[in-house]
């Protein structure tokens, strides 16, 4: 499972430079959710430098005076210098004594770190320079440093490296206009290739830029790295004798909003259609959420609202939730008849609903969810006591949805994998059954 935090610059330093590997916490809800091996994915308060670790160890203690006592302050953030005058009223700062007498306190201790930081400003320094090498044609000494002043001189790149144990292992050159990015050099040391690094930069850009689509121009070499990701090939040609590819990888939000602009809407298919699609679902789905006029329901993924336009009328409170703006979008004009539908645009697995719910539903979504866990865990806070989770995963183990135009990496289910985060959740699965195209689970919150 993957837990976010926030953290101030110095902080952010000492935890991807290794001198620290404790991150103090209040142990609230939020913390008692980590656990051992979990990973925790930092971001800078200031920059879009993120940080990866694992746990360890997990320090729980009843409050900051214990943990002060117990763990070696500086491996927690201090000083050498500062030893002497770390006191645990330090963590008055960020908590109040309520909180702390309320939750206690947490030592997270962690390991396997690696950063992905900004090196514009540095990168003419020598180890990023012979990072870059091989993505400059004869990398004499000049020419690399020609090339880096370039990056350094336009606005628009961006330069970022992958570091892990300290040594710089990747690096990523890229513009971004108006949301898409385009891969200028991108290189990981021969050493650390096939360790998914390259893929980290990647999900990066998408990630932290809120990249719609990525382009990459490239050759025989390294196509196939690119398409594992992804990628599709939009455009060859030859330059020098030697054949290139452009190829460009999409992002889920753009990709639904596309679907919109392709006018492409379930709620308006032909019968014939529609009756397809209730392969993945369909009436008896409908009938295992026990609607009733009292009971209020959230869909996660609502799309156009194929489903909702039946659910909705069945209960007493409709909520959607769809990342896609132009889907949600839609979504409102075919729904506006049904006075009980309330839709958000917004990333589910972030977006705080400050509510729970009789009914938690979810067709044709989970396959573009990669931390499972964390959305089914998600979906238990969501739920009230005696409340249902009715979920259907697509049968399809495809890695990628592909329109011919653009290809979209997803995140195929298995059944087993969903029945164990569902016992992890704490939720009780009383129902498993299969349709031709999805395998389907109706779970309770007891
Ligand atoms: C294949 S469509 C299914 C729509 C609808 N459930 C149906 O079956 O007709 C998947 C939908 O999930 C949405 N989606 C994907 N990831 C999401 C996320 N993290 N949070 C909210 N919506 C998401 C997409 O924008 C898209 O509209």
């Not at 091989?134 to 000049?142: A, D, F, G, L, R």
């Not at 506006?336 to 009914?359: H, I, M, P, Q, W």
């Not at 049968?395 to 298995?414: A, L, W």
């Amino acid at each position: 499972m993957i837990h976010y935090m926030n953290l101030v610059p110095t902080a952010f330093s000492k935890i991807a430079d290794g001198s620290k590997t404790i991150e103090l916490r209040l142990n609230d809800e939020k913390r008692q959710r980590i656990n051992v091996e979990d990973t925790v994915v930092f971001n800078c308060s200031l920059t879009k430098d993120i940080i990866a670790a694992q746990v360890v160890k997990l320090h729980k203690f009843s409050d900051f005076k214990e943990l002060y006592n117990a763990l070696p302050l500086e491996k927690c953030g201090y000083t050498v210098a500062e030893l002497d005058t770390a006191h645990y009223t330090d963590m008055e700062q960020y908590y109040t004594k309520e909180q702390i007498k309320k939750y206690g306190a947490l030592g997270i201790e962690l390991y396997n770190v690696s950063s992905i930081c900004d090196v514009k400003e540095i990168i003419t320094e020598p180890d990023i320079l012979k990072l870059l090498a091989p993505s400059v044609y004869n990398p004499t000494e000049e020419r690399l440093l020609n090339r880096a002043k370039k990056c350094q001189e336009d606005e628009e790149t961006n330069v970022y490296v992958y570091k892990e144990d300290n040594e710089y292992k990747g690096i990523v050159v890229f513009e971004i206009v108006n949301n898409s990015a385009t891969i200028l050099d991108i290189a990981v040391k021969p050493e650390y290739q096939g360790q998914g690094t390259g893929s980290k930069l990647i999900d990066f850009i998408f990630n932290s830029f809120n990249a719609q689509n990525i382009t990459a121009e490239t050759d025989d070499d390294a196509i196939g790295f690119y398409k594992k990701y992804g990628f599709i090939v939009a455009d060859t040609k030859v330059e020098f004798d030697t054949k290139r590819y452009v190829c460009v990888c999409g992002s889920v939000t753009h990709h639904y909003d596309l679907l919109i602009d392709e006018n492409n809407d379930p709620v308006h298919d032909p019968k014939p259609l529609q009756n397809y699609m209730d392969k993945w679902d369909g009436q008896v789905f409908i009938d295992k959420m026990e609607l009733n006029k009292d009971k209020s329901v959230l869909e996660i993924g609502v799309g156009t609202g194929r489903l909702a336009v039946r659910v909705a009328p069945l209960c007493g409170e409709f909520y959607g939730v769809d990342i896609s703006p132009k889907t949600i979008g839609r979504a409102k004009d075919n729904l506006a008849k049904l006075e009980n539908v309330s839709l958000t645009c917004a990333d589910f697995l972030s977006y705080e609903f400050g509510r729970t719910y009789d009914v938690v539903y979810s067709s044709l979504t989970f396959m573009h969810v990669e931390e499972k866990q964390k959305a089914i865990n998600k979906v238990a806070t969501l739920l009230k006591d005696g409340g249902r989770f009715v979920l259907s995963i697509d049968k399809n183990q495809e890695r990628f949805i592909d329109t011919g135009t653009r290809k979209i990496r997803t995140f195929p289910d298995t059944p087993e994998e969903i029945k164990t985060y569902i016992a992890n959740s704490g939720l009780l699965l009383i129902e498993q059954y299969e349709t031709e195209f999805a395998h389907i689970f109706v779970a309770t919150k007891e």
